[in-house]
């Protein structure tokens, strides 16, 4: 039976590589960060079946034990502090985690169980303000966010112990990926929640920043496919995964709107404070490369994914109106 870490699995993408792996019959370790509240919600249907040990990408002496205690066969780096608006807040904690953690965990593997394969969770907003569309693995980057800048130095540092210690480490540059289980702080589920909150009658406006940006947008339970695909190859190598396709948040906002028969532009609050202080306008994936060796492609489409994610958000919305009634 194989072994898989996975760092974040609390987490929308931790928790459907878990589902994923277990499939595939993994013993499946997640680690998790001590706190005073846990949160296990996107795990718990599958709580049992994974072991939870605690750690911290800040803290390198539990990195190393983790990894002498499990010797994990592939180590899944989804832990981050993932949140692009929240970086500017905290650059420095940013930095420390999602940059600098990727070091300490590449060195504990190093030292430790050079035979792990290795994935980092690259993203697409290293491309920032893109320098060719679509955006490719040469690609140049040019981050536009201190969670962008972080994500490039983990990027790079894991090419660099793939070259320079021969560790079989790649790294996933996934463009925008989406789900019911995405964060509610997140523009995509903000709106699915909220046309949700609307049509029950417990909202009445969405408030809401630049709805030009234009993303690709998938479904995150096929990216984790690929992440697992990378670490089946023969070599380790980096790849983009994707749609292939942009849309602007406003035509997220018109089928979102349109799934519950509403007109978003009798909803919306377009608000300067949801601004980013430097916008990436248009981010979209040319993952030919990983269709070709991975031969991995997307199954949710763009409208899929919006129905998906305000259905599940009515349906939470509905089951906790009737446990207030009862």
């Known amino acids: 039976m194989k072994k ?48 939870i040990i605690q750690g911290d990408l800040i803290d390198q002496s539990s990195l190393e034990e ?18 692009v608006a929240a970086s500017w ?37 290293m491309f920032g303000k893109v320098m060719e569309i679509p955006q490719t693995e040469k690609t140049p980057f040019y981050p ?30 996934l463009f925008n990926h989406e789900s019911p289980r995405r964060g509610i702080e997140f523009v995509t589920r903000k709106i699915s929640n909220t046309v949700a909150k609307i ?22 339970g096929d990216y984790v496919e690929a992440m697992w695909l990378m670490l089946q190859q023969e070599k380790a190598d980096d790849f983009v995964i994707g749609t292939g396709e942009t849309h602007s948040v406003k035509e997220f906002l018109e089928i979102a709107f349109g799934c519950v028969d509403l007109d978003y532009n009798d909803y919306i609050v377009v608000d300067p404070k949801f601004y980013r202080p430097a916008e990436v306008d248009l981010l979209v994936s040319d993952c030919s490369k990983a269709k070709k060796i991975l031969k991995w492609e997307p199954k949710v489409s763009f409208s899929e994914l919006i129905h998906m994610m305000v259905k599940e958000d009515m349906k939470l919305l509905e089951s906790k109106k009737m446990a207030v009634a009862v």
């Open 4 to 51: 898989a870490l996975i760092t974040g699995i609390t987490g929308q993408d931790g928790s459907y590589l878990a589902e994923l792996l277990l499939e595939k019959g993994y013993k499946v370790y997640g680690m998790t960060r001590r706190s005073s509240v846990e949160n296990f919600e996107r795990i718990d249907h599958i709580r049992e079946k994974v072991e």
């Open 66 to 83: 983790i990894i002498k205690t499990v010797k994990p066969d592939e180590v899944y780096n989804l832990g981050a502090q993932s949140f």
């Open 89 to 125: 807040n905290q650059p420095l904690a940013t930095g420390d985690m999602t940059a600098l953690g990727v070091t300490r965990i590449l060195e504990a593997i190093r030292r430790n169980k050079p035979d792990t394969r290795f994935y980092q969770a690259s993203s697409s907003e």
């Open 144 to 173: 536009r966010s201190p969670y962008g800048v972080a994500k490039v130095y983990g990027h790079y540092i894991t090419v660099n112990y793939r070259e320079s210690y021969d560790l079989f480490a790649c790294s996933g540059i």
């Open 199 to 220: 049509k029950l009658g417990l909202a009445k406006e969405l408030r809401i920043g630049n709805i030009e940006a234009k993303r690709d947008w998938g479904f995150a």
